[in-house]
């Protein structure tokens, strides 16, 4: 059996994603970031569960912006 994924740690996700993205976040605004990313998650955990039949979806080929 595969084991569950590690619980979301939004701390060591800033701590790992920031540098890579060029951010230097103020210690005093970290507990903020920490919060925003928790609910982020929470709100993308939502979408990802969501029961979807696999025909529901019709993407489109090309997505040209601009273009009726």
Known sequence: MSEP????????HMEAVAPTCGLVINPAHKP???AFLTLAHSMAMALQTAPLPDDTLDPAPV???GEA
């Open 63 to 65: 997505f040209c912006p």
């Open 5 to 12: 994924p590690p619980a979301f740690d939004p701390l060591a």
């Open 32 to 34: 903020g970031v920490a």
